[in-house]
């Protein structure tokens, strides 16, 4: 492969994107809103935020020292993180709250790129993070799940122009900041019918012997700002 080659490739990875109009910008927002709040859509597309949820106790983990063992994707949208490490500290407390705002962070960050122009490499970089999530996948729906959506990504990435790039990467983001939302609402709703009792609110509780409502008022917190700030950042405000 030539220096111009790679020169070429450099700059349309790195290099920075026309913004799209405004409508577009509304119209995947709409899109993604009605691959969330409908609940027979919310039931396929929910795949995608416990994708980033596990992801988010899994690179948590890795980055506080503990030993990541594996991540399972379920059909019925559940997952598992297990690692290895001490079960008490700032390690396991940071790994269980991980998870309920990893969407929503990892949508705010999208939205950043974005607003700075940088379509392809976030289509790019979401590749490279589900490529390395692939890694410590351990069962066969896990894997059928992370694979096609890395190919989603890429091969938008590489054989799409410029206008189906920014409907594809301004969808997602939408996607992972609205989707984010959802999620502490449902386990609240849950821990009140008398479920989820080993949820990661419950699991926070017990290692910090703080209420898990405190815990899940935090969840909303972050879920709630990143959308009105990742918003704004996509809609120019």
Same mark, same amino acid.
């Given at each position: 492969?030539?220096?111009?080659?790679?020169?070429?490739?450099?700059?349309?990875?790195?290099?920075?994107?026309? $913004?799209?109009?405004?409508?577009?910008?509304?119209?995947?927002?709409?899109?993604?809103?009605?691959?969330?709040? +409908?609940?027979?859509?919310?039931?396929?597309?929910?795949? $995608?935020?416990?994708? $980033?949820?596990?992801?988010?106790?899994?690179?948590? $983990?890795?980055?506080?020292?503990?030993?990541?063992?594996?991540?399972?994707?379920?059909?019925?949208?559940?997952?598992?993180?297990?690692?290895?490490?001490? +079960?008490?500290?700032?390690?396991?407390?940071l790994t269980a709250a991980a998870g309920y705002i990893a969407p929503s962070l990892l949508g705010l960050a999208g939205a950043a790129l974005l607003a700075a122009g940088h379509i392809t490499a976030l289509l790019w970089g979401a590749t490279a993070l589900l490529l390395a999530m692939l890694i410590m996948i351990r069962n066969a729906y896990g894997v059928l799940t992370v694979v096609l959506s890395g190919a989603a990504f890429l091969l938008v990435s590489w054989l799409t122009t410029a206008d189906v790039q920014a409907a594809f990467a301004y969808a997602v983001v939408w996607f992972l900041l609205l989707g984010g939302v959802r999620p502490p609402f449902e386990v609240q709703g849950k821990r009140r019918q008398g479920g989820a009792v080993d949820s990661d609110p419950d699991q926070l509780a017990r290692l910090t012997h703080v209420p898990a409502a405190v815990w899940l008022g935090l969840f909303h917190v972050v879920t709630l700002c990143s959308l009105i700030g990742g918003g704004r950042w996509m809609l120019g405000l």
């Open positions: 492969m030539d220096t111009d080659h790679l020169t070429d490739i450099w700059g349309r990875v790195f290099g920075t994107q026309p $913004a799209p109009s405004i409508w577009l910008v509304i119209v995947t927002a709409v899109l993604a809103l009605g691959a969330v709040v +409908p609940h027979t859509a919310w039931r396929l597309s929910r795949n $995608a935020v416990t994708i $980033a949820h596990e992801g988010g106790h899994g690179l948590i $983990a890795l980055l506080t020292g503990r030993r990541l063992d594996g991540i399972r994707l379920h059909s019925d949208t559940s997952g598992l993180t297990v690692s290895r490490g001490k +079960p008490t500290g700032l390690g396991m407390v």
